[in-house]
């Protein structure tokens, strides 16, 4: 599986951005999906997972919320719209897939995804 993040960038505080992230290689509707971030002098930290049937999102206290995350099967693309932006937001932002990934305790790990992509710088400062 091949994964491509985009659309990180640079917003002021309380701004907007809408990540994606494309798969391909394998059929989507078989991965779990999620998003963490890498800040800097920091280790990865979950942000947000949707299970491989899209009917389970789960999210990170800090960002309940301001952030939504969904799965498009028929575009094999995962979104994750940010809002409400906050300086402590600034990270590197990393999609993972999890073969038939369900559940909240094994997709906020990132030792249980398969695969990641590249990451997409977020900066949000004013």
């Known amino acids: 599986v091949q994964l491509q993040a985009s659309g990180g960038g640079s917003v002021q505080p309380g701004g907007s951005l809408t990540l994606s992230c494309a798969a391909s290689g394998r059929i989507f509707n078989n991965l779990g999906m999620g998003w963490f971030r890498e800040a800097p002098g920091k280790e990865r930290e979950f942000v947000s997972a949707v299970s491989y049937s899209g009917g389970s999102t789960y999210y990170a206290d800090s960002v309940k919320g301001r952030f939504a995350i969904s799965k498009d099967d028929a575009k094999n693309t995962v979104y994750l719209q940010m809002n409400s932006l906050k300086p402590e937001d600034t990270a590197v932002y990393y999609c993972?897939?999890?073969?038939?990934?369900?559940?909240?305790?094994?997709?906020?790990?990132?030792?249980?995804?398969?695969?990641w992509g590249q990451g997409t710088l977020v900066t949000v400062s004013s």
């Open positions: 993972g897939a999890d073969k038939l990934g369900a559940r909240y305790y094994t997709l906020k790990e990132a030792n249980n995804y398969d695969y």
